[in-house]
């Protein structure tokens, strides 16, 4: 019963079949082989535009790449307080933008909103040599909390961006998940609605260590790759990542494993809700559930094997516990959960 | 024909195969997986000490992330003018060091010798602040012009680099094929002749992309798991990157592979030796031949799908280029190679 | 009627004059002068101690330079959400630290409390690789909004980041106003409560130029002549800091001067205190005062020549505007300044 | 008798009544003073040309800030293999510019020649994501070695510059001296020679520590001042950086004390030149004079109390040494240095 991050399952039989095919022969390095164009062609397509997509191998990469390629060294990025880039990256943006400042906005559910955004670039006077400069917003895409953004919502964000001249990047470590969530384009999801920078994540959803970079305008782009290759992401043999990336966008199959870990967390968190004193505490949109058991229920569920993360110290007899479910959690696993959190 | 690089070539059979067996099921994230566990045993058996070691994808990542951890920013890296890390990396070393200096020493064959390092350490006042301050010395093996140190001559550079306060980095991106062209253990190439620290290559040889980051002592490795996540270097899905290593480990496939590599470049360049007005440029004691042809002959190759690197401009009528073998080259493009050269 | 900052005023004569005795004859470079040395002497007879001094001629240098030699690149350095550091130094810290990360803890009347403090490191796991290790907490006496920390709320919070491993700086660019609130030894207020390292400035307080890092502990000390001289803050002609410095510590002026700017800042509250509709908003112990008046008062003021700093925009008909004195305000400003705003 | 550097020297009393007078009364600080305004008028007056001027106080912040400004961080900057930034910054430019490389190229005389600079811009592929890509060219006048460059050679290697790319900065730390040799003017010594940005030098000629960054084209100067702030080298009294540069402007004294170094150099080098044994090692230009002398006669001047540097270790039984005047070193001292110089 592992529910510590959908980073703890595997990866699919189709994408480790596309890795055995690429092993063939040889292949031009660095991304300029077949497989890391098709991979090209098939975002464009998906994405209804022509984009610019690196491969990178890990979302931590992804985003700090990208966000210092669109942010200066006297920049400001806008983000959640409990988002990734601000809370699980051990500093990596501050790392790849020399020195930028990261900005946490508290917001509910995990998703910063309009109004504090707008109350935080209040402090940053445009032009002053002293402050750093708004340069980014950047938007987790389901968020770290589990719940999704509307179209809407990114437009309405992204519109206080454009206003202050900042770009705005979408952190999409769990993009799959957000969209089988809404019923939407990916093109709605992000461009549409003013996204400029896509870290589009594949290794949470099934992938072994896939992520693709992708600018919605090429202006945008400007010295990425020697960022890339300067801080040692420019993989010699790229067709094996571009080879997951492929055969992840393969058809349908990513949404559908993206709504399959969705349907478990609906059904974890539904199981759980029905169990007296027990909380579930962010609404349930994507593949993540955080709910508030009482202290006992947590310490039988970890002595019966259940893995998991508390998130935060326990508090009046009750901790707040993050479960993740994947495209492979078992589906019984879920039911003995909630099964075992049922009997205390 | 594909004698551009190694890393040109795709992956051995064993290491598709470790993949798909480490896809099952669930196992903690970030390395503290069981096959990582298993790579550090058999790494320590290997080098027959306690070491530490640390996977990474690229060797780009392995050299900077192993160079910022034993080096300052106030610190000067002495290596081989036409080295990697000079040369390759678009100042990845500099950017992680966070500025520190790359002193280029130039050498015969691709090695530093160690008058040219006394030669200009002699520039560099310990303690005299205007002065970056010798840090470490990096040696590749093998080179990059297909030469490979001796232990002894190892020992002797570090020696030198001991005396003046400094580390000793190995770019081991081609360990493989210097240990195969040598008599010795492991060991008796690294620590044992004074080298604490070692990019161990498995990518070029025929993982997909797998590279260790080895110290031999545990004093030195310090903040360098914070580097690495900061880098965007920790994966979260390790038991990848670890199963490739651990198949590359399993038995004695990696020296095999790495002396059939060497075979093949000493059999193009004994093939090509014979032809008259050809001259093989640097001694061939891995897996890369540097020889000089006539620039028709240079054409000639390209025209019937030869692929290599140009290492220069032509000079006097002739072109010196660059041939790497691998693992994977057919022998017979070895043979077909020779051939058409030779029928100019 | 500038009440902009202090140091929109100059220079002491006292300090002009010592520049002038410096300036006769050779005398070494880069702080190997008797002046540097004799500054070192004052300084540990000051506080009592044998303590490191290097002079530097900002304050944003000092803090800089001070938090990057105590703080790893993965550190956390705790401070006051609106202290000089995080605020108004265009992101420096992050720069010099190599990507650090300041977290902003919010606390009444501009102080840090420990509370806060101790919420704030709830949410950093010891050890744990994906989060910024908690480094060093950074506390501004004065603060930015006027107020000065006891040395028992100094000790409570230095224990607080003892307990978490932490070393504490202290940006003393208003160390002299701080302590002459206090009735208490420089020692008392730094190291004795637990202070680490200080940014000592003068320039606020009358020199053209000129602060001090003092490091109470030689241990702590480590690579910061090198980040000093590596970021150009080794000056050549280093008599001509340290002889400002020099004259600064000469007998009492340093306290008086300081005494003279807290005393008007006091005469400005208590005459404004006195007008209706207008309200003091945080506790004048130190040079400045935050104060909030009626708009048209604001624009009445501004017209007739009085310069300052609104503190935020307009808020239910009144401005938070600060205003500054320093060791030069002309008394008869402070005087006019309340007559104009009674005379609304 | 100290030759040991034109900064050991202390500042023209016009300076210092500067900064006296520049002491009395508010201003508005960080540069947006008057004085700071005079000075850029000064200079676009001075360099027939409107101009951007940044004031700071080290040359080894004008230079790293300039080059910062110019150079990305995969950029390579080349400059004479023992210029200052290459060699005497402790890798301030390496820090500044996040992780650029300094590729540095031999050359006569302390000079870069053209046909060195082509030979090294041939290594590196326009476009080669691996490879840092030329950004900068970086000349320093008068050289280390004491020389000057005329304005053909500056256009000459200033063409090699633009065929490429590149932007050419000009270390101007003894700008005067090597303009005080020529017969030309400050404009065609720079712009109208193809030089973008100039540190201009007025430390070492009587400054107590004041430098102007100068762009040419108001293209070049983009985020210069969020640099400058960043690194802590935006000083709040601007006013008493431009008091020292106003000063240093007014009239041809500038040129006159750099006259007068010059002369000294050339008395000192004639002087030395007539004694048997003696061998003047470089042109001599400007105000340095590098001379070989016999060990036993270095010895006597040392212990008759002449202060100096020595260029290298001993070599032949002879020492390189090298002999730096100012504008103030006694023209006795001269003499009496040429006198213990020949007794030998």
Known sequence: MNFASDNAYGAWPEIIAAIGEAAMGPAPSYGDDA??????????????????????????????????????????????AESHIAVDECGAPEFFTHGAKLVGIEGWNGKVDAAGLNHALAHFLPGFVHHVQPAALSLTQATELGTVYTPGEIAA????????????????????????????????????????????????NGALGAEAVIFFHHDDV?????????????????????????????????????????????????????????????????????????????????????VFYDWGPPAEGRTLIRLVTSFATPEQHVDSFIKLAADG
Not at 169 to 174: E, L, P, S, T, V
Not at 194 to 203: I, K, N, Y
Not at 238 to 267: C, K, P
């Open 35 to 80: 497989l890391t164009a098709r991979v090209r062609e098939r975002l464009s397509q998906l994405f209804e535009r022509d984009l610019v997509v690196h491969p990178v191998i890990s979302g931590t990469a992804a985003n700090a790449l990208a966000l210092a390629t669109l942010v200066p060294p006297h920049g400001a990025i806008f983000c959640h």
């Open 222 to 306: 400007k010295d990425f790759e020697y960022r890339r290759k300067k801080a040692g992401h420019l993989v010699s043999k790229m067709r094996f990542v571009s080879a997951q990336l492929d055969a992840y966008l393969t058809g349908e199959r990513w949404i559908r494993h993206a709504e399959r870990a969705n349907a478990l967390a609906r059904r974890l968190a539904d199981g759980l809700a029905a169990i007296p004193g027990v909380e579930i505490a962010h609404a349930v949109e994507a593949n993540a559930v955080f709910v508030r058991l009482p202290e006992a229920t947590v310490s039988r569920l970890r002595s019966r094997g259940a």
């Open 157 to 204: 964000l992204s519109g206080v961006a454009r206003d202050h001249g900042m770009k705005v990047h979408m952190d999409g470590a769990r993009f799959a998940n957000a969209l089988a969530h809404l019923a939407c384009t990916p093109a709605e999801l992000t461009w549409k609605a003013g996204v400029d920078a896509l870290s589009f994540g594949a290794t949470k």
